[in-house]
């Protein structure tokens, strides 16, 4: 196999992500409460795809020309692992440990180009793994797919975990009338001209307002510090019930909404305009099948394949004062989130960096991606994750959690959920976010108040 394998040229997204603007990793964790057993977590990782799949077992280089290309080689698996067998200072517990190590993994040195741009850190003292991967590797539905791969069901350890779902949309055979078909056309063509000239906006000259979690352009360079919020997907489901339709995003970007505000109010040292605007960036998913896939089909189907397969959604979030009804961040997101969901925003901006790719170069792609976070406010990120446990080289897997390497956000969002609860890794530079704790309580108390909120309603419908 590795004879008939030929060096391949970098995807556009792939080059943009190598240029020092936007040269990203994705950080993965998986936790467990028994001791590591190192061989047999060496045997799964040596008997996994990683032999097999043309980048995680490639090599970047790049020939006189200055063209990006993949190299096939041989995997050492010793330069691949690294153990940290201490424990790590001032952990106040182990979760608390591997949140410590992906702070400092999210500013830490570039990968070595003469190996492949992947490691596996084991945290001996503290029971967990963590994974950094390069972003032109692939994204994190790519990754996380790769991950699971090793994975083994709780309850059954010769089965790989279960595959979400593909949900699909049946028309109703025709019989919708031509006035709805040209009224969802016209919200089609309508929302898209409008989100489009807004995103490109964002991209050259309009800018959020500074606050106390402004970020901008050399902050991805700050020290970071990583905290976790989490979520039970149970209490999550009964806010949506709340409202018709209302999925799990909804939710979730009515629980940032509410709790950027409470955290805003506590923090901010000059009364804040009421409707102040915070944006933020949302990496969406464009395969057809939401939340992690099936290894050998993202290897086998081009289309909803590995690789980078994103886009961007500016999405406006803001200020709010102490006291208003929790439920209204939950209406004005879902509101919000609808009329993107009706636009073609998450397309275009894929199409627009490989337009502007094609035409100028990944500099300059990288460039306006660059622009595009110095000028929004925070990124967010969501993957749909098992819903069964898990276990890896036979370690149960107690949690699941990811995050990037830095941005120019002061505040990143990464959530991924995992057996009933959703875990969003929250990364800020610290010094601007002092107390990230507290920002971790606002958004909890949130969902906690939502749900509150939406209980007695519920139960009088």
């Known amino acids: 196999m590795f004879q008939e394998y030929k060096e391949e040229p970098l995807t556009p997204a ?119 991967a390069h972003h032109a590797l692939g994204d994190g539905v790519s990754l996380l797919s790769f991950f699971l791969a090793m994975c083994r069901k709780a309850d059954d350890p010769e089965k790989m975990p279960s595959m979400n779902p593909v949900v699909v949309t049946r028309s109703n055979g025709g019989g919708e009338a031509i006035g709805g078909i040209l009224w969802r056309l016209l919200k089609l063509v309508w929302f898209t001209v409008v989100f489009v000239v807004d995103f490109i906006a ?101 289309k909803a394949g590995w690789g980078n397969k994103f886009g961007m959604l500016v999405l406006p979030t ?45 500099k300059y792609a990288s460039l306006l991606n660059y622009r595009i976070l110095c000028n929004t406010t925070f990124t967010i990120s969501n993957v749909v994750g098992p819903k069964e446990k898990l276990t890896f080289a036979g370690h149960p897997v107690d949690y699941i959690k990811t995050t990037s390497s830095s941005l120019p956000h002061a505040i990143t969002m990464h959530m991924v959920s995992y057996a009933g609860t959703a875990y969003m890794q929250i990364l800020v530079a610290k010094d601007l976010v002092h107390d990230p704790e507290v920002l971790a309580k606002c958004l909890e108390d949130a969902m906690l108040e939502m749900k509150e909120a939406a209980l007695p309603k519920i139960k009088r419908k």
Request: contains cysteine.
């Open 318 to 362: 803001y200020y709010h004062k102490s006291g208003s009804d929790p439920l209204e961040y939950l209406r004005r997101a879902k509101a919000m989130i609808d009329q993107k969901k009706s636009s073609l925003e998450s397309f275009f901006s894929y199409k627009f960096g490989y337009l502007i790719m094609s035409i100028l170069g990944a």
């Open 202 to 302: 964002r991209v050259l000259w309009v800018r959020d307002e500074t606050t106390v979690v402004s970020g901008g352009a050399g902050v991805e360079l700050w020290p970071r510090k990583l905290v976790t919020a989490r979520f039970l997907i149970d209490d999550m489901k009964i806010v949506k019930k709340y409202i018709p339709n209302t999925t799990i995003n909804d939710v979730l970007f009515g629980i940032i909404s509410y709790g950027l505000s409470k955290y805003l109010d506590n923090r901010s040292s000059k009364p804040l305009r009421e409707g102040l605007r915070m944006s933020g960036v949302a990496m969406v998913n464009l395969r057809p099948q939401r939340g992690y896939q099936d290894l050998e089909e993202l290897m086998r189907d081009p």
């Open 14 to 132: 792939g080059r943009l992500f190598i240029q020092p603007e936007t040269n990203i990793s994705v950080i993965c964790c998986l936790g467990t409460h028994e001791p590591l057993r190192i061989d047999a977590i060496k045997s799964v990782i040596a008997d996994s795809m990683l032999a097999k799949h043309p980048r995680l077992s490639s090599i970047l280089v790049v020939d006189k020309n200055g063209h990006e290309y993949w190299r096939k080689t041989e995997i050492d698996m010793n330069r691949h692992i690294i153990f940290h067998n201490d424990p790590i200072e001032g952990a106040k517990d182990d979760q608390d440990a591997a949140n410590i190590l992906m702070a400092d993994l999210a500013v830490s040195v570039p990968f070595e180009t003469d190996k492949p741009l992947w490691e596996l850190h084991l945290l001996i003292s503290h029971k967990c793994a963590v994974i950094r």
